[in-house]
C-alpha cells in the first residue's frame, strides 16, 4: 500500500530515475537483499538479515477474521478456534498466520486472499490476517476481533548498509514514513 505512494512522490523529486518494484514473500526479500538483486526492501522484520540496516515503519496487529454471524468476543482468545476450521491464505509459505494458530485450530484449506475472506464470510471457516492486509481486501460482511494476546508484525525498510546514505533512498524512506503515517 505504501509502495506505490511513496515511488510516486520519489519520481515527482528525482524523474530521471528507474525504480523496478519486485513483489515476494519477507524470506524472498532478504534473499534478494543478500544476494544483492535488491538494494531495499519493505519486509517483516522478522525475515530480515542482523547484516541489513532497518528502518521501523510500524507495527502491524494481526486479527481474528470470522463469519458474520460469529459471536466471539472481543479480544478473543486465540484458543478459541481450536476445534474450529481455520482458511489459511496460500502466498507461498504463510507463516504469519500458521504463527498465530497452532494445528489445534483445525483443517487448514488453501486459497488467496480473496478467496479466502469470501470463504469466510460464507461461514466455511475463520482466518487470521494483518490489520493492513484486511483494510485492502476486505470488502464483504465479516466479524473482525482483536486476538489476545495480541500478536504483531514489524513492518519496516530493510537495506544493503552501502545504501542507507544514498539521497535517493533516504527521499524514499521519507516519503515511505509518510505513506505509513497515512495508515
Given amino acids: 500500500r505504501w509502495l506505490p505512494r511513496a515511488v510516486a512522490q520519489l519520481k515527482e523529486e528525482y524523474p530521471q530515475i528507474t525504480v523496478s ?27 530480515t538479515g542482523a547484516e541489513m540496516d532497518w528502518t521501523k515503519m510500524l507495527d502491524d496487529p494481526f486479527l481474528a477474521v470470522l463469519p458474520p454471524d460469529s459471536d466471539a468476543p472481543d479480544p478473543m482468545p486465540a484458543a478459541y478456534l481450536s476445534g474450529k476450521a481455520v482458511i489459511i491464505p496460500d502466498y ?3 507463516t504469519d498466520t500458521t504463527r498465530v494458530f497452532t494445528d489445534s485450530c483445525g483443517r487448514e484449506d488453501r486459497l488467496n486472499n480473496r ?5 469466510v464470510a460464507a461461514g466455511l471457516g475463520s482466518t487470521v490476517f494483518s490489520r493492513l492486509e484486511l483494510d485492502y481486501y476486505a470488502q464483504q460482511n465479516l466479524t473482525v476481533r482483536s486476538i489476545d494476546p495480541p500478536c ?18 533516504r527521499s524514499l ?3 515511505l514514513r509518510r505513506a505509513a503515517a497515512d495508515d
Fill in 173 to 175: 524512506l521519507r516519503a
Fill in 92 to 94: 507461498g509459505a504463510n
Fill in 115 to 119: 478467496s479466502v475472506l469470501a470463504a
Fill in 21 to 47: 518494484v519486485i513483489s515476494g514473500s519477507p524470506m524472498q526479500v532478504d534473499n534478494w537483499l543478500r544476494d544483492g538483486s535488491a538494494e531495499i526492501g519493505v519486509t517483516d522484520r522478522r525475515w
Fill in 152 to 169: 504483531m508484525r514489524e513492518l519496516g525498510v530493510a537495506m544493503r548498509p552501502a545504501v542507507k546514505n544514498n539521497p535517493v533512498v
